[in-house]
């Protein structure tokens, strides 16, 4: 979420950074909410103090006698008491059209992440490896051979429907050793500190890491209103929410191995075979909480750490700033490393790293001091 003073200070600056990632002009009506709950507010503060002034008055009236002034100010503090109900609804009405509209709204990108609609504008910034050369064209993870003992999508499709895979023998304790080699990379040469968290979370949980309000149709809500998390961001992010942390706690390094549960709403007709894009899946998530002028430092850190794995792997890569139209909802940058896949004879999304500011921390009122 937005700090609205800094709108209130420079909101055409803020527009010009909203309209790089292809939205309208929105600081007037922002203003026009703030305003009207500021004035609501501080009438509502002078009504009650007209209140209390006419409260103390009504005893003296009453002792002296003084029966029509009684009365009068008697009414007077009947029509404060309402008056002052009414401003306070209408201004917990304006704080909550505030408070939706600004949790509607994407980060805002820093000045060097490059302007472009879409994927086509990323750049490239390193490169590791040489793809090999095959002299023969080279098959997709589902089509070979070998690897289809362990991959059972048929299965998968009677247990659950499309979009999920029942892995077994060698393939299943491959998936388990690579997760395992992840965390102790993380833990022993990164210094990651290891987390094990739920995969139900509540709907604060969801608004904090910015997964609520706009994406809800990508995740899945069970019927007593738990949301199961598309990532343990979710989770590592939370657990900062709400509390005010000593200065010397930071950084907060974190890693966690977790289930994933995505919908894939906007995803009909892509990489529907295969592995690539699932409704179930496992991932090692990586999370920084730092000082704000840290941030960009430990971005480069993170993007280090999850290079370091593939290179451990010798898996080639490359690593691009994603463009503002490609850009997730909450970050300010984000780099995108790609890994090489021979099946497709292209770099494809391996893992995304992104830094946010403190559009996460305000919305889930995380500070340090």
Not at 95 to 109: E, H, I, K, S, T
Not at 112 to 122: I, K, S, Y
Not at 300 to 309: F, L, W
Request: aromatic content about 6%; hydrophobic content about 40%; overall charge negative.
């Amino acid at each position: 979420m937005h700090d609205i003073r800094q709108i209130r200070e420079t909101p055409h600056a803020f527009d010009a950074a909203l309209a790089r990632v292809g939205l309208a002009p929105v600081t007037d009506e922002i203003l026009a909410l703030d305003e009207r709950r500021r004035e609501r507010i501080s009438a509502a503060e002078q009504a009650l103090a007209d209140r209390n002034a006419a409260s103390r008055e009504v005893g003296a009236a009453k002792a002296r006698g003084e029966e029509a002034e009684f009365e009068r100010l008697r009414a007077l503090v009947a029509d404060k008491k309402d008056e002052i109900a009414r401003l306070e609804a209408e201004a917990a009405h304006a704080d909550a059209a505030l408070r939706d509209l600004l949790m509607g709204l994407p980060n805002l990108p820093y000045d060097d992440v490059p302007d472009g609609p879409d994927e086509t504008a990323n750049v490239e910034i390193h490169r590791w490896g040489v793809p090999r050369d095959f002299t023969f064209k080279p098959l997709e993870h589902f089509e070979i051979p070998a690897a289809m003992p362990g991959l059972d999508f048929e299965a998968a499709g009677r247990l659950s429907g499309s979009r999920f895979v029942v892995m077994r023998g060698a393939v299943a304790r491959l998936h388990r050793a690579l997760a395992q080699f992840m965390l102790d990379t993380h833990i022993e040469r990164h210094g990651l500190t290891e987390h094990w968290t739920p995969v139900l979370v509540r709907d604060e949980a969801m608004y904090g890491t910015n997964q609520l309000p706009k994406f809800a149709e990508d995740s899945y809500r069970t019927e007593n209103g738990w949301w199961l998390i598309p990532t343990s961001e979710v989770t590592l992010t939370n657990l900062v929410a709400g509390q005010i942390l000593d200065d010397d706690r930071l950084p907060m390094r974190m890693t966690a191995h977790s289930q994933c549960f995505r919908s894939e709403a906007g995803s009909a007709g892509k990489d529907t075979a295969g592995m690539l894009r699932q409704h179930q899946f496992e991932k090692v998530e990586m999370v920084s909480i730092t000082r704000p002028e840290d941030s960009r430092a430990e971005l480069d850190r993170m993007t280090g750490c999850a290079q370091n794995i593939l290179e451990a792997l010798g898996l080639p890569y490359r690593t691009v700033v994603l463009a503002t139209g490609d850009m997730g909802f909450g970050a300010r940058r984000t780099h995108d490393i790609e890994v090489w896949l021979p099946g497709q004879d292209k770099y494809r999304e391996i893992s995304s790293c992104s830094v946010c500011g403190d559009f996460q921390a305000r919305r889930m009122n995380a500070r340090f001091r």
